[in-house]
């Protein structure tokens, strides 16, 4: 006997009622467990969607959480608190002649300074004879340049030096009696050797 067209029609509804729920995920409404991915956070009508950071975004905030390493100070405003552990210590010397004058090295050059206080700076001297001392708890290769600029720190107000940077022409430098025209930081300062640096009217 063949159903009635309402029967059928029924029938075709509640399939179709069942097939819908299926393909859109639709649950019985006194199902009140979590759906799979929610947190706490939705109770309190915040957004659940959360998500671990990035490999690479948690490692740059780690490497900015850390304190950077300071800056090396210059050599020339590196200082000795001590004679202890020195890896370096050398006594290289400098005869410095302007205009027919020669110029003594001040004995006090690169000791207490604005950048060493109470210390001495890697370059420094205790007598006006010429003889430099540069020391260091590392090796390193001074140059005559750093002449220059502990005498800038030191005594800052002097331009007894000017004329050698003003008139780079009329300069003739030497070491050990053998002329060069380098310049001034490839000249190397080396134990036991003269620089000399004068300057022609």
């Keep these: 006997m063949l159903a009635t ?3 059928e ?24 467990a979590t759906p799979q ?7 309190d009508g915040t957004s ?23 800056a090396t100070a210059p050599r020339s405003e590196q200082c000795l608190d001590s004679h202890n552990s020195l890896a370096m210590h050398i006594h ?3 005869e410095l002649v302007i205009d027919g004058q020669s110029i ?7 000791i207490d300074t604005s950048a060493c206080v109470q210390a001495m700076h890697l370059l420094h001297t205790h007598d006006a004879t010429g003889k430099l001392h540069i020391e260091g708890y590392e090796t390193f290769s001074p140059t005559a340049q750093l002449i220059f600029e502990v005498w800038n720190i030191s005594f800052p107000e002097d ?19 053998v002329a060069t025209e380098a310049a001034w930081d490839d000249i190397e300062l080396k134990d036991g050797e003269t620089l000399r640096i004068e300057h022609t009217p």
Excluded at 104 to 110: E, F, I, Q, R
């Design 48 to 70: 659940g969607e959360t998500s671990a950071p990035e490999d690479g975004m948690s490692e740059r905030a780690d490497a900015a959480a850390q304190p950077s390493e300071p």
């Design 37 to 43: 991915g929610s947190t706490s956070a939705d109770e």
């Design 92 to 94: 290289p010397r400098v």
């Design 9 to 32: 029609l029924q029938a075709f509804a509640l399939a179709f009622v069942l097939i819908s729920g299926l393909v859109l995920g639709i649950t019985e409404p006194w199902d009140n």
């Design 159 to 177: 331009d007894t030096l000017q004329p050698l940077f003003d008139e780079q022409a009329r300069v003739s430098i030497t070491v050990n009696g």
């Design 5 to 7: 067209p309402m029967k």
């Design 104 to 110: 003594a090295v001040p004995d006090d050059l690169g």
